[in-house]
């Protein structure tokens, strides 16, 4: 079974650019989550999707920030005019089940450099 | 405001030797606590977790200790191994709230041979 696939592994772009992250669940997760994770913050919850529907972004940044989850097989997180605060690793995880278990399965992440 | 705090920051124990990681929580809804392993370049995987009805959790090398009052809790690693060397993670959650989980900023283990 592959795991959690999220590309691009590594981005670059320049200040203002828009960056978008794509994240493929395991197939049959109900449940997808963003986290980013920097030095600084360690591992900061972003947002998830249940069953496709967005059920909780209270960590997402209010303007430039986005994620969709338009069908069972990805997810993308979009920023748009990108900062220098943005650079971080953001992880995508999937969970088996609708209940809330604890058990995520990480991809390797999306390291985003913005310069 | 962190609501799951760990110590140290870093430990480096020689091969053999018991690895402890310190976590303490705030919010006393938090009913389940995952620790995740981290190796570089990887994403963080499950390692072993404890609901709060327990008090002690038991995996091969590793050992989840809770104490519900004192909202703390240890990982222990007996006879570590180089391989062992990584980032742990404690992590929260409310089973009956959201299925945010809340991590800890993470202790890097090195263990020397």
């Known amino acids: 079974n592959a795991g959690v696939i999220q590309t691009p592994r590594h981005k670059v772009t320049g200040k203002g650019q828009e960056a978008t992250l794509w994240c493929e669940p395991i197939?049959?997760?109900?449940?997808v989550f963003w986290y980013r994770q920097t030095i600084v913050q360690g591992l900061e919850f972003l947002t998830y999707?249940?069953?496709?529907?967005?059920?909780?972004d209270s960590g997402m940044p209010k303007e430039r920030f986005s994620a969709q989850m338009p069908n069972q097989s990805h997810s993308t997180l979009k920023i748009q005019s990108t900062q220098p605060q943005d650079s971080a690793v953001y992880l995508c995880?999937?969970?088996?089940?609708?209940?809330?278990?604890?058990?995520?399965?990480f991809g390797e992440g999306s390291k985003l450099t913005v310069l | 405001q962190q609501q799951v705090r760990q110590s140290p920051q870093s430990l480096t124990v020689w091969e053999g030797e018991t690895a402890i990681l310190n976590c303490s929580y705030e919010?006393?809804?938090?009913?389940?606590f995952p620790w995740y392993q981290q190796f570089p370049g990887e994403g963080p995987a499950l390692l072993i977790a404890?609901?709060?009805?327990?008090d002690k959790k038991e995996d091969g090398r590793f050992t989840i200790f809770f104490n519900k009052r004192e909202k703390k809790l240890s990982l222990h690693i007996t006879d570590s191994q180089p391989g062992d060397s990584a980032t742990y993670f404690c992590a929260a959650l409310n089973q009956g709230g959201s299925a945010k989980l809340i991590f800890g900023e993470g202790t890097k283990l090195t263990v020397s041979s």
């Open positions: 999707f249940r069953n496709q529907a967005p059920i909780d």
């Open positions: 919010n006393s809804a938090f009913d389940y």
């Open positions: 995880a999937s969970s088996l089940r609708v209940a809330n278990t604890g058990q995520l399965y």
């Open positions: 197939s049959g997760h109900s449940a």
């Open positions: 404890i609901r709060s009805v327990s």
